[in-house]
């Protein structure tokens, strides 16, 4: 079977650099008016830029054409510098960034990589750089990324070059919680959702699927498991302190104690300091359930959330349920949920959104956007009453991420 996370067919030496001009067009973004969404996809990076209404949308690329685009990430503190975590042929895993907004773009002079095993150890290779997260506010050259297999890596030098978080990937307990690196997900296993507490950079959160959530609060220099209450119902033993497999996990912005986690196992929610996850997502709909990969939440209500769910039956097609696509808002903390089809497929769209594939702007009324499997982006900017599709025909949509820009 084909790697999933590989380009179909690498190019051989000697042809097109994906830095090519054939393979790659400026962004032109620099002009935008409302929100930015960039688009990472099996086969490229794109991007769609809004008008001040949110009406038009502009779709402009590709970048990396051809290439796998696991996400794209604009520095929200300084509001035009991009970082892009591609899988190329020629390159391997690596890191583009561009301090342009996308006019150009330079290559990490060290990405994320593990160190030389020594001669008789058994040594590790990055396989793709899966998340990006920029550091904390206070640290404005920082960036941390998720790799497959799960670690992760730190830059100190705004995406430039990129060191091992050694707390984490050296950990004496590393080989036991990742499972030594090896997980039967189509994508394969791999770090995401590395948070940074708003209030202190030293406490950094990060989830690993499989593997579970863990915590820092010295800056990565230790870790430990944060998954009481979170179920792994695939395990010989359901409740295990670590091995569950989190989706996607979000911190609240005004209340960095609230976290929110759609697993491969329900949806939950937890309030620090209690360390428990509670199950919110019994509260779905049982012809529903409450399988899927993303979770967006409003950044000023905590209490309401979004997600899309999947089929998660027997056979795990990961198709939206019944081939009806829908998105499912919580107002009350998980208590209810109530389901936001309008303008969506009625029947016969067999398609899902993966886990960083859903976000949603800061605007008021929120806009909601999610990129499906099918190459297709919707949008809703009522915070989910009704939808539009904004694009289609791109390739497998892999993450989906909002900016405004300038500044």
């Not at 640290?139 to 100190?156: I, K, M, N």
């Not at 395990?235 to 609230?258: C, K």
């Not at 409450?290 to 198709?319: A, C, E, K, N, Y």
Request: hydrophobic share 30%; aromatic share 10%; proline share 10%.
């Amino acid at each position: 079977m084909a790697d999933p996370q590989s380009p179909e067919s690498p190019e051989p030496a000697g042809e097109s650099h994906p830095l090519d001009p054939r393979r790659h067009h400026p962004l032109e973004l620099g002009a935008a008016e409302g929100p930015v969404l960039f688009v990472g996809t099996r086969k490229g990076s794109w991007a769609l830029s809004a008008d001040r209404e949110r009406k038009n949308w502009k779709l402009t690329g590709p970048v990396f054409l051809g290439h796998i685009v696991n996400h794209v990430v604009v520095d929200p503190r300084d509001r035009h510098t991009i970082l892009m975590a591609v899988r190329t042929g020629h390159l391997g895993p690596t890191i583009f960034r561009s301090t342009d907004l996308g006019k150009s773009w330079s290559e990490a002079s060290r990405p994320p990589a593990f160190e030389k095993a020594a001669p008789g150890e058994e040594g590790r290779v990055v396989e793709f750089t899966s998340w990006l997260s920029p550091g904390h506010a206070s640290e404005p050259g920082v960036w941390y990324a998720g790799t497959s297999p799960q670690a992760l890596f730190r830059s100190e030098d705004h995406g430039a070059s990129w060191e091992s978080v050694s707390g984490f990937n050296d950990h004496p307990m590393w080989r036991t919680w990742t499972g030594d690196g090896t997980d039967d997900t189509p994508d394969g296993p791999m770090t995401h959702s590395v948070l940074i507490d708003p209030r202190d950079s030293n406490h950094i959160y990060l989830g690993m699927s499989g593997g579970g959530f863990f915590e820092s609060v010295d800056k990565g220099a230790d870790w430990k498991p944060l998954n009481k209450g979170s179920v792994a119902d695939f395990a010989p033993d359901p409740n295990p302190e670590f091995g569950q497999d989190p989706h996607r996990v979000a911190l609240h912005p005004m209340d960095p104690d609230l976290l929110y986690q759609q697993n491969h196992c329900g949806i939950y929610r937890m309030h620090r300091p209690d360390g428990i996850w509670d199950r919110i997502g019994d509260n779905m709909p049982p012809d529903v359930g409450d399988v899927g990969f993303s979770i967006v939440l409003h950044p000023r209500d905590p209490q309401t959330v979004w997600v899309f769910p999947m089929d998660g039956t027997d056979v795990w097609p990961r198709t939206s349920p019944g081939g009806k696509p829908a998105v499912y808002r919580t107002r009350d903390g998980g208590q209810s949920w109530e389901r936001q089809d309008r303008g969506l497929p009625a029947s016969q769209a067999w398609y899902t959104v993966k886990r960083q594939a859903m976000t949603g702007d800061s605007r008021d009324p929120l806009g909601i956007y999610f990129g499906t499997t099918s190459g297709e982006i919707w949008a809703s900017t009522d915070e989910g009453e009704s939808w539009a599709r904004i694009a289609e025909h791109l390739p497998h949509v892999y993450s989906l991420e909002i900016a405004e820009l300038g500044g």
